[in-house]
């Protein structure tokens, strides 16, 4: 019981401490005015916490100091690993591979199709949801067992180098957040600069999955790669995955052919040889029809300027041997 | 005095599944896809909410409002089908399998894309189609040349294919994130659920179960035949449309929260046949608390079979009753 005093005192000096180093001047006398009576109190179930405002508007009261975090989608948990963060991490979704150690932590469900009860049962005292990934119900439930949740919307890259800095100040990482968000930019400009110099921006297909032919309009985080990186994205439009025939693909005579898949090796192959029958589209006739990792560009998170620039090296070979 | 010997044995049945129901409720709250020992939820029911508040949380606000609305849709459908069986005269006949369930799925599901509440919208559009294929059925199998009890199956298997395709026709015109979601239900969903929506569905339900109830002895006139329950003093043009109109509010609600979920109302009223006889007024009552029993089971397996997550209940309640359906089907045929 003492222990548990002592780490709770602890605990209550080490926030107070950083709020002094980071002058965080407006919420100190606040901090100090809570710091003391929880020191005679001595009650660790006190927990401090602040109202933000998410990235879908809610007002959601976040903890101060979070360890008990669930993420519920694989991208946020790619951010808070990203960020050094994941002791703070005690859950994740299916799916959530990356980097291989994520997959060990315990697992609330696929991210459309959440357990509740599991998320419920690691006590979370944060849980952090993506507005389009997950279903708008399960942040509703969870708003109702009084479970903090905090929703950020990482729909383009300037948006993910918000979420990720939005998170890093969560879980006081702020630096590394910026540090992160710093490398991205400069890598983006990098590509943005090098693309300057093509004579020509290439017609290039996204396909999402090796079947149906799925590929992405303009309201999506694809299309701002293919564009960022020097193509010319076919599938251009208001909805955010049309769908498309065979016929409507030999009328767009792709330059490029992307296909995001988890496929490899063999599987691979074969999808190369169906396409290898349409010898009318450029892409087939040049050879250059590509399968991509899809979790590299699927998941709103910093991998996805890896995902940029491998495209980059796809659409303009010439261009960014360098980058190699 | 035949008529204290029925009530003796309508008492003796409510009791008995009173009892079991009320054990696989209990049984459902305590087990889950935690993990979580039965002996320690136990402990966490008959102690204070302080002492674990994490497994109070679990148990009354994730489990009890889901096994609640199992009960509710078990009862519900098993009464449905019940009142088919006895109003078509054919043991084969339920919502799900003359395609009540599909019409109204479709009429759910243009509710959610259009972005409807979950109640009344998507109720009220989930009805509306229910009593369209009810009525586009019965126009169907009422020609002279099909009076046959099996051409109204067929002619529902066929209406079940229609919605299917239909539904199928909406989900591949939808490009979002509903998709999912409407995937899901589509297979009978029962997680998701508050206190306050099944509340809702009690309302809807009870004076239902209550007005089948009072409509039990019609039923077993009906069973005879038309024309005999008429001369025995039913009023057919009142009692067959009230039955219909109360068995389609009753599925459209059910798959309004929960999607369609098929065979209930075949497995039930069949085994509590079995077991009670054939009267209705003892059938009524039992088909609310066995059907909200065996559903209760259902989900249970559902949430608790698979590793990872959980399966869509619906895809249970099929599993046992295809294979019972056609079982059914050879024995009626001989």
């Known amino acids: 019981m003492t222990i548990l005093h002592l780490s709770s005192i602890a605990h ?39 109202q933000m405002v998410d990235e879908f508007g809610r007002k959601v ?54 357990d509740l009860e599991r998320i419920v049962a690691l006590k979370p005292d944060l849980c952090i949801a993506t507005k389009d990934g997950n279903p708008i119900k399960v942040i509703k439930m969870l708003e109702a067992l009084h479970i903090p949740i905090y929703v950020v919307h990482p729909k383009n890259l300037e948006l993910i180098m918000e979420t990720i800095i939005g998170i890093g100040k969560i879980l006081h990482a ?102 290898a029958r349409w010898k009318d589209i450029p892409a087939v006739k040049n050879d250059r029809v590509y399968v991509v990792d899809s979790n590299l560009f699927d998941r709103p998170t910093p991998r996805l300027v890896d995902a940029l620039e491998l495209l980059a090296t796809m659409i303009h070979p010439g261009l960014f041997e360098a980058l190699k | 005095m035949e008529r204290s010997v029925l009530l003796k044995r309508i008492l003796w049945t409510v009791i008995l ?26 402990l966490s029911l008959t102690s204070s909410r302080e002492n674990d508040p994490m497994l109070h949380t679990i148990i009354w606000q994730i489990r009890f409002p889901r096994v609640l609305l199992a009960a509710l849709v078990g009862a519900a459908l098993s009464m449905g089908g019940l009142v088919f069986q006895a109003l078509l005269r054919n043991p084969l006949a339920e919502p799900y399998i003359l395609g009540i369930s599909s019409g109204s799925g479709i009429g759910a599901i243009i509710g959610i894309l259009a972005g409807l509440s979950r109640f009344p919208g998507v109720s009220f559009t989930a009805f509306a189609g229910s009593i369209v294929t009810l009525l586009l059925l019965f126009l169907m199998s009422s020609g002279k040349a099909i009076l046959k009890s099996n051409s109204l199956l067929l002619s529902g298997v066929m209406v079940n294919s229609f919605c299917a395709a239909f539904i199928m026709f909406l989900i591949s015109i939808t490009q979002d994130a509903r998709l999912h979601n409407i995937i899901f239900w589509l297979m ?7 206190l306050g929506q099944v509340g809702i569905l009690a309302a809807i339900l009870t004076p239902c179960f209550f007005l089948l109830f009072c409509f039990s002895n019609q039923m077993n006139l009906l069973l005879v035949g038309k024309e005999m329950a008429q001369s025995m003093g039913v009023n057919i043009r009142i009692v067959v449309p009230m039955l219909l109109l109360i068995t389609s509010l009753m599925v459209s609600a059910t798959v309004s929260f929960c999607g369609p979920i098929g065979f ?44 990872q997550g959980e399966m869509p ?22």
């Open chain 1, 174 to 275: 702020d630096d590394r957040a910026k540090a992160i968000v710093e490398d991205m930019q400069f890598r983006v400009n990098t590509v943005k600069s090098l693309v300057l110099k093509a004579p020509h921006r290439p017609r290039v297909f996204f396909q999402i999955g090796i079947s149906p032919l799925v590929s992405a309009g303009t309201p999506t985080h694809i299309h701002e790669l293919i564009t960022l990186a020097g193509g010319r994205n076919v599938s251009e439009g208001p909805v955010p995955y049309p769908r498309y025939s065979h016929e409507q693909i030999l009328i767009m005579a792709p330059d490029i052919f992307i296909i995001s898949s988890m496929a490899r090796g063999e599987q691979f192959a074969r999808v190369r040889d169906e396409w």
């Open chain 2, 188 to 194: 009978g969903d029962l997680s998701m659920i508050n």
């Open chain 2, 17 to 42: 599944l009173s009892v079991l129901l009320a054990a696989s409720i209990l049984l459902g709250i305590l087990m889950g896809s935690t993990g979580i020992g039965i002996k320690r939820a136990l």
């Open chain 2, 313 to 334: 209940a619906g895809v249970i309640t099929a599993m046992i009753g295809a294979p019972l359906f056609i079982i059914l089907l050879k024995r009626s045929g001989r």
């Open chain 1, 61 to 114: 009261t976040v903890p101060d100091d979070p360890r008990r975090i669930v993420s519920l989608a694989p991208s946020i948990t790619e951010i808070i690993f990203a960020l050094n963060q994941e002791s703070r991490l005690k859950g994740v979704t299916q799916f959530s591979d990356f980097p291989a150690e994520a997959s060990k932590l315990p697992s609330v469900g696929s991210y459309v199709h959440l």
């Open chain 1, 12 to 50: 209550c000096l080490f926030v107070f401490v950083r709020r002094f180093i980071f002058r965080d001047s407006h919420r100190l006398t606040f901090t100090f005015l809570i710091a003391f009576v929880s020191f005679s109190a001595i009650s660790p179930s006190l927990v401090w916490s602040t």
């Open chain 2, 264 to 307: 209930v109302g075949l497995v039930m009223p069949h085994l509590l046949r079995l077991i009670f006889g054939p009267d209705h007024r003892v059938l009524a009552p039992a088909c609310i608390l066995g059907g909200g029993t065996y559903m209760v089971f259902c989900d249970l397996l559902a949430r608790t079979v698979p590793d």
